[in-house]
């Protein structure tokens, strides 16, 4: 069973910085993808940034340059540092992690909440 634990989220004033920690456990072998999404109320869930098991990086034209997304192989970790936060940041952030060696499988982390208000 794999399990996606996520951390790091939080209440921060715009401007802000914030960082989330993934941890990927359990029978999860050869990771191809971990990223992160998020979904305001009322919004379908987007892609935030995602890094491909090469280390190349992707990020949502509104994060760029604002957020860092990194990975840790060695602890099956995927963080995503956040800065210059925005009230538009303020959404669910759900970590994502695609693996498998025959069979590829997408893993959901529960979520976890940031929001970004005076």
């Known amino acids: 069973q794999v399990q996606l634990v996520e951390s790091g989220g939080g209440l921060v004033q715009p401007g802000g910085s914030l960082r989330l920690s993934c941890v990927a456990s359990?029978?999860?072998?050869?990771?191809?993808?971990m990223g992160w999404y998020r979904q305001a109320p009322g919004k379908q869930r987007e892609l935030v940034a995602r890094i491909i098991s090469g280390g190349s990086t992707n990020y949502a034209d509104s994060v760029k340059g604002r957020f860092t997304i990194s990975r840790d192989n060695t602890k099956n970790t995927v963080y995503l540092q956040m800065n210059s936060l925005k009230p538009e940041d303020t959404a669910v952030y759900y970590c994502y992690v695609r693996a498998g060696t025959d069979i590829v499988r997408d893993y959901w982390g529960q979520g976890t909440q940031v929001t970004v208000s005076s």
């Open positions: 359990g029978s999860i072998f050869n990771i191809v993808v």
